[in-house]
């Protein structure tokens, strides 16, 4: 996914973006990209262990096969340098780390990051419940359109769908600020559509990328 970091630039463009699609709807929008959606130390440690157990497990049956023979005080302390040796490794090299997790608990910890940015930011406390979070991380390869209640009673799930692969598209040609731009663009036309502007209607959400 993306690698380039999003330039002072960028972030204008996307602010004018959702400036323009919030200019003709009564709903927010509000956009995040988080660089990793979690540490990743323990699950990285546990699949190491386990892979560490296998092998071990493969050592043992060899050795006896061979009718080699080791003390098993050795081979514990050889186990115990080799898991310390992990261990150090995952802990001086974090963007190791990933690559241990299987992407489906990547995708678990990446979306439980979108809904609490959705929360935390407050895009679920708009006035009309019109709130739409656009979201990535960037280590997982992952994006997500998250709609508050008063669109998700009008929009299908398939159109955020459509956004998203759109938004990854993108992000996978390393293009995430015009990934950005175009969800926004398409978001909005999406909000304008079921929540035209109203008269007296107000921005209560800031128009930026936040950066976590």
């Known amino acids: 996914m993306a690698t380039r970091p999003i330039s002072p630039e960028d972030h204008q463009r996307i602010a004018d973006a959702i400036r323009a699609a919030e200019s ?23 699949m190491a262990m386990l892979g560490m157990l296998v092998v071990s497990l493969g050592v043992g049956y060899g050795l006896e096969a061979w009718w080699l023979s080791i003390r098993l005080p050795h081979f514990v302390i050889a186990e115990l340098l080799a898991l310390a040796s992990v261990l150090i490794l995952l802990w001086a090299l974090p963007a190791l780390r990933i690559h241990l997790v299987p992407r489906r608990l990547r995708y678990q910890a990446a979306q439980a990051n979108a ?59 390393d293009r995430l600020a015009e990934g950005f731009v175009k ?3 398409a978001v909005g036309a999406v909000l304008a559509e079921h929540f035209p502007v109203s008269t007296g209607d107000s921005n209560e959400l800031d128009d930026h990328l936040v950066e976590i």
């Open 183 to 185: 969800a926004i663009h």
């Open 24 to 46: 003709k709807t009564d709903g927010e929008i509000y956009c995040v990209v988080a660089h990793a959606s979690d540490g990743y130390f323990f699950p990285a440690a546990f």
């Open 115 to 173: 809904m609490k940015q959705f929360l935390a930011r407050n895009v679920h406390r708009t006035t009309a419940r019109t709130g739409v979070l656009v979201f990535v991380s960037i280590a997982e390869r992952y994006a997500e359109v998250v709609a508050d209640s008063g669109i998700d009673s009008r929009v299908g799930q398939h159109v955020w769908d459509g956004v998203v692969r759109d938004l990854t598209a993108h992000a996978g040609d």
